[in-house]
């Protein structure tokens, strides 16, 4: 998700970027990682000027040509880390999420009765706060058979910084979240933090993935959640993603993205429900 921050931080004032360079950055990006800043200018030099100053490039010119030449990985995750945000709370969207408990969790719980395998994925998970959610709804429902079911959710970002907070599984808890949830699937920390329970935590597997890649995971998913994610993409790039998703769905199952997207009228899904598609 792009950073709406303010432009700028640190001790240095924004470097200036040639249209030229900003246009191949941007270029780069969006070719790359799908994210369009086409009218990101100001951003992309507020949040990138201040780390090449300091790992030493005397110009943007200098740093675009060495990332374009090299793609050198610790550059790009400079990159990812400084033009990704990862602005994401438990119960977002809590009508989606309930849509999700009251709906589709007892449709694909009965249909996996034989397995008792799940297949779900938070594609562009942020900091964790959304799989984890899923993981305590998953456990709500199955109770007492939790242990008798493989549940683990895949969670991925192309956000190394994002990836290690949401591993780390440490939070202040806003006030919508249960108070029995807060009891069962939380451990209170030091200064009003909470850790997520072990129990959640091993119910989730992390790992980077750029979602313009090939989706090739070992099975295919009864439910893939990617919410404010594609928002930044533009249609072109929105189409291809949600078709490799479609093809990643099992029959029957479902994609949910945000509130504040919409899939274009020649989808492969079917509409369900407000944000939640079906196979």
Same mark, same amino acid.
């Given at each position: 998700?792009?950073?709406? *921050?303010?432009?700028?931080?640190?001790?240095?004032?924004?470097?200036?970027?040639?249209?030229?360079?900003?246009?191949?950055?941007?270029?780069?990006?969006?070719?790359?990682?799908?994210?369009?800043?086409?009218?990101?200018?100001?951003?992309?030099?507020?949040?990138?000027?201040?780390?090449?100053?300091?790992?030493?490039?005397?110009?943007?010119? @200098?740093?675009?040509?060495?990332?374009?030449?090299?793609? @050198?990985?610790?550059?790009?995750?400079?990159?990812?880390? !400084?033009?990704?945000?990862?602005?994401?709370?438990?119960? +977002?969207?809590?009508?989606?999420?309930?849509?999700? +408990?009251?709906?589709?969790?007892?449709?694909?719980?009965?249909?996996?009765?034989? @397995? !008792?395998?799940?297949?779900?994925?938070?594609?562009?998970?942020?900091?964790?706060? *959304?799989?984890?959610?899923?993981?305590?709804?998953?456990?709500?429902?199955?109770?007492?058979?939790?242990?008798?079911?493989?549940?683990?959710?895949?969670?991925?970002?192309?956000?190394?910084?994002?990836?290690?907070?949401?591993?780390?599984?440490?939070? *202040?808890?806003?006030?919508?979240?249960?108070? *029995?949830?807060?009891?069962?699937?939380?451990?209170?920390?030091?200064?009003?933090?909470?850790?997520?329970?072990?129990?959640? !935590?091993?119910?989730?597997?992390?790992?980077?993935?750029?979602?313009?890649?090939? $989706?090739?995971?070992?099975?295919?998913?009864?439910? $893939?959640?990617?919410?404010?994610?594609?928002?930044?993409?533009?249609?072109?790039?929105? @189409?291809?993603?949600?078709?490799?998703?479609?093809?990643?769905?099992?029959?029957?199952?479902?994609?949910?993205?945000?509130?504040?997207?919409?899939?274009?009228?020649?989808?492969?899904? +079917?509409?369900?429900?407000?944000?939640?598609?079906?196979?």
């Amino acid at each position: 998700m792009i950073n709406q *921050e303010k432009p700028g931080d640190g001790a240095f004032s924004p470097m200036t970027i040639s249209e030229a360079d900003f246009k191949r950055l941007a270029t780069f990006i969006q070719s790359n990682y799908g994210i369009d800043l086409s009218q990101k200018r100001q951003l992309i030099t507020g949040r990138l000027s201040t780390s090449i100053k300091q790992r030493g490039y005397k110009s943007f010119s @200098d740093f675009v040509n060495h990332l374009l030449k090299t793609k @050198d990985e610790t550059e790009v995750t400079l990159l990812l880390d !400084k033009l990704t945000t990862n602005y994401t709370f438990f119960m +977002r969207e809590k009508d989606h999420l309930d849509y999700f +408990r009251n709906s589709i969790i007892p449709e694909i719980v009965r249909r996996h009765q034989r @397995d !008792k395998i799940l297949s779900i994925w938070s594609a562009g998970c942020s900091t964790g706060e *959304e799989p984890y959610n899923i993981s305590m709804y998953l456990f709500d429902y199955l109770g007492s058979q939790a242990n008798q079911w493989d549940t683990r959710l895949l969670a991925t970002d192309i956000s190394n910084r994002a990836l290690t907070a949401a591993r780390r599984g440490i939070y *202040e808890l806003p006030d919508t979240i249960p108070p *029995e949830w807060r009891k069962k699937y939380f451990v209170p920390g030091p200064n009003g933090s909470f850790s997520v329970s072990p129990a959640i !935590k091993n119910n989730v597997i992390f790992q980077p993935f750029n979602l313009m890649d090939p $989706i090739r995971f070992r099975r295919k998913f009864d439910v $893939i959640f990617c919410r404010n994610v594609m928002i930044y993409f533009d249609q072109p790039t929105k @189409d291809a993603l949600v078709q490799r998703f479609y093809d990643a769905t099992v029959p029957g199952g479902y994609l949910l993205i945000s509130y504040s997207e919409n899939l274009s009228q020649n989808t492969p899904y +079917r509409r369900l429900a407000p944000a939640t598609f079906q196979k």
